[in-house]
T-cell receptor
Framework: AQKITQTQPGMFVQEKEAVTLDCTYD???????LFWYKQPSSGEMIFLIY??????QNATEGRYSLNFQKARKSANLVISASQLGDSAMYFC??????????FGKGTKLTVNP | ETGVTQTPRHLVMGMTNKKSLKCEQH?????MYWYKQSAKKPLELMFV???????ENNSVPSRFSPECPNSSHLFLHLHTLQPEDSALYLC?????????????????FGQGTRLTVV
C-alpha cells in the first residue's frame, strides 16, 4: 500500500522568505503522480502543483516548485517569496495504480509579517 | 460558479436523524469522491465513483450510503450517525476514463460540509 509521510506538523516562515515543506512516499508502482494541495481555514482543498513519476524536470507553478528526488522518494514543496495568504495546511498526496488519492497528515504553515 | 459545489456547508444533526449531503461538479469529470477529514487525522477516502459505478468503498460503515445518479452529482446519505462521525466531509471530482483513473489526474475539491452529530 502507498504511504505518504509529512514529518513537519507545523512550519513558520517570515513574509517574503522561501520555505520548504517535506514529503516522502513509499510505493512499488512504476507510474504515479504526486500532488500538493493547500487547505485554508475555510476548508476548501486547493490544487497547487503536480509531478509525474516519469517527468524529467521538477514541476513549477508560479511561486510553487517541487523538489522531486525520485531515488529518495521525496517530493518537497518549495514556496518562494511567502505571503501572508500562504498561511494554511499543506497536503502532499499520491496517486498510483489504483484510483485512490492518498493524503499525508499535512503541514500547517504560518507566515509571519 | 465554482467547479465543485457542496451543500449544505454546515449541518448539525441528531443521532436519529436522516440527512443527505450533496455534491455537484461542473467540470465535465467522470470520477467523484467522498473524503472524511477529522481533527488530527489524515484525509480518509470513503468512496470513489467512476462513470457512475462505485469502484471503491474504503470499509465505510453502512450508516453512510453514497449515491451517484449521474457523473455530475454525488450524494452521501446519512442515518443513525454517531458523535465520532462529526467531521468535514469533502467531495472531489477528477477526469476518469472507462478503464479507470490515471495517475496524473488531479482532483478538484468542493468547500466541504462541516457535520456535527449531537
Amino acid at each position: 500500500a502507498q504511504k505518504i509521510t509529512q514529518t513537519q506538523p507545523g512550519m513558520f516562515v517570515q513574509e517574503k522568505e522561501a520555505v520548504t515543506l517535506d514529503c516522502t512516499y513509499d510505493t512499488s508502482d512504476p507510474s504515479y503522480g504526486l500532488f500538493w494541495y493547500k487547505q485554508p481555514s475555510s476548508g476548501e482543498m486547493i490544487f497547487l502543483i503536480y509531478q509525474g513519476s516519469y517527468d524529467q524536470q521538477n514541476a513549477t507553478e508560479g511561486r510553487y516548485s517541487l523538489n522531486f528526488q525520485k531515488a529518495r522518494k521525496s517530493a518537497n514543496l518549495v514556496i518562494s517569496a511567502s505571503q501572508l495568504g500562504d498561511s494554511a495546511m499543506y497536503f502532499c498526496t499520491f496517486r498510483g495504480g489504483s484510483e485512490k488519492l492518498v493524503f499525508g497528515k499535512g503541514t500547517k504553515l504560518t507566515v509571519n509579517p | 460558479e465554482t467547479g465543485v459545489t457542496q451543500t449544505p456547508r454546515h449541518l448539525v444533526m441528531g443521532m436519529t436523524n436522516k440527512k443527505s449531503l450533496k455534491c455537484e461538479q461542473h467540470l465535465g469529470h467522470n470520477a467523484m469522491y467522498w473524503y472524511k477529514q477529522s481533527a488530527k487525522k489524515p484525509l480518509e477516502l470513503m468512496f470513489v465513483y467512476n462513470f457512475k459505478e462505485q469502484t471503491e468503498n474504503n470499509s465505510v460503515p453502512s450508516r453512510f450510503s453514497p449515491e451517484c445518479p449521474n457523473s455530475s452529482h454525488l450524494f452521501l446519505h446519512l442515518h443513525t450517525l454517531q458523535p465520532e462521525d462529526s467531521a468535514l466531509y469533502l467531495c472531489a471530482s477528477s477526469q476518469g476514463v472507462r478503464t479507470g483513473i490515471s495517475a496524473n489526474t488531479e482532483a478538484f475539491f468542493g468547500q466541504g460540509t462541516r457535520l456535527t452529530v449531537v
